[in-house]
């Protein structure tokens, strides 16, 4: 059985940077992503990537934070800079299918890890 742990979780100011990990089997070509939950809100994509292939961002994170795999370490992390309060949430690593170009839509995973919060404060 798939299990995914996340980490790296933290309390920080509006433009501070934090580093989120994620212990994944990435031998095969599926899909991985993080995804978050703020309160009272979806769950949305904020970054998938699969194993050689191109990485997709939602708009409000594009040059901000940025997906990448350590195939070696079987670790999936999320760098995250110039962090906002609307980025405040519960941040969940995901695995999905197989695709060209990996969506950022929650319902194509279906192995989820329990999440790691992050707090962004004003």
């Known amino acids: 059985q798939v299990k995914l742990v996340e980490s790296g979780g933290d309390s920080v100011q509006a433009g501070g940077s934090l580093r989120l990990s994620c212990t994944v089997d990435?031998?095969?070509?599926?899909?991985t992503g993080w995804f978050r939950q703020g309160a009272g809100k979806e769950r949305e994509g904020v970054a998938t990537?699969?194993?050689?292939?191109?990485?997709a961002y939602s708009d409000s994170v594009r040059g901000r934070f940025n997906i990448s795999q350590d195939t070696a370490k079987n670790t999936l992390y999320l760098e995250m800079n110039n962090l906002k309060p609307e980025d405040t949430g519960l941040y969940y690593c995901?695995?999905?299918?197989?695709?060209?170009?990996?969506?950022?839509?929650?319902?194509?995973?279906?192995?989820w890890g329990r999440g790691t919060l992050v707090t962004v404060s004003s």
């Open positions: 990537i699969r194993r050689g292939g191109s990485s």
């Open positions: 990435l031998r095969g070509n599926y899909c």
């Open positions: 995901a695995v999905g299918g197989m695709a060209t170009i990996c969506p950022l839509a929650a319902t194509a995973f279906g192995v």
